[in-house]
């Protein structure tokens, strides 16, 4: 594990704030008259409000490539990590990132930007919106040690958001399964879709199950439930919560990051 992420995960309930960059280029939703200077003013804009907000480490996804693919362009990674070279600057704490839905493009951008970590489906296999999801963990840790990316870690996400898993195995024999054939140290447990809180129950199936890793809650969490979640994970990925009116799209707002992190502090 990179020294960046055991410092992070060494913090009490450590929180995991999404920069969901806008539509890239190669997107339906690219705003080709704005460009990519339009991208990076709001990625800007947004880790300054998180880190000032009180987070503990900040996650770069492409949360508005809709309707989002499983193996995505060169011009995605590209134009993140030129994104990310330009703030990278202004971050004062660890950073991961996140490629819909495409780990390996994400290894890669990691690799490329210094990220710490990233977030992916890494195994399982899903009948979902973009069409039947078949993952490869193997090529995928093969890939990473090609491009010795060994310090770049893994959040194993348990069960695919848009999606439904084919597995008939409980999500505690998933994660017990996932920890030994992967030596995963990271389990992400989500809800049904972006914005939606992970249930009570899984968290705490798969906490049950494999006490000897980090668990987060990878969705939908809020100031109302955060304490409720964080009794059970060990962290969380918070990034609709911190957007203004809570608006997935919306830029972050520093004082809905403040009023979550007032309430994960009591926790901590």
């Not at 990233?118 to 899903?126: F, G, L």
Request: aromatic share 6%; glycine share 6%; charged share 20%.
């Amino acid at each position: 594990m990179s020294q960046n992420l055991k410092t992070l995960l060494a913090k009490t309930k450590p929180i995991i704030a999404m920069a969901h960059f806008p539509a890239l280029p190669g997107s339906p939703h690219y705003d080709a008259s704005n460009g990519m200077n339009k991208i990076i003013d709001s990625i800007h804009h947004d880790i300054i409000a998180l880190q000032r907000g009180g987070v503990d480490a900040i996650m770069f996804g492409n949360e508005a490539d809709l309707p989002y693919l499983l193996h995505v362009g060169p011009e995605t990674v590209a134009a993140m990590a030129a994104v990310i070279g330009q703030v990278k600057s202004e971050l004062k704490i660890p950073f991961g990132v996140d490629v819909l839905w495409d780990p390996i493009a994400a290894l890669a951008l990691a690799k490329g930007t210094g990220a710490c970590f990233i977030r992916e489906i890494m195994t399982s296999a899903y009948v979902s919106d973009m069409g039947m999801w078949n993952t490869n963990c193997g090529e995928m840790a093969r890939y990473r040690r090609t491009i010795d990316a060994a310090d770049v870690d893994l959040l194993f996400v348990l069960a695919a958001e848009f999606s439904s898993s084919l597995e008939t195995r409980s999500l505690a024999n998933i994660a017990r399964s996932v920890v030994f054939s992967s030596a995963a140290q990271i389990l992400c447990v989500s809800g049904p879709i972006t914005g939606t809180s992970a249930k009570m129950d899984d968290l705490e199936a798969v906490k049950k199950a494999v006490p000897q890793v980090s668990v987060l809650s990878n969705t939908g969490v809020t100031a109302e439930n955060v304490s409720e979640i964080l009794a059970i994970a060990d962290g969380a990925v918070v990034g609709t919560m911190f957007k203004k009116d809570g608006i997935t799209w919306n830029p972050v707002d520093q004082d809905r990051v403040a009023r979550l992190m007032e309430k994960v502090n009591k926790c901590r």
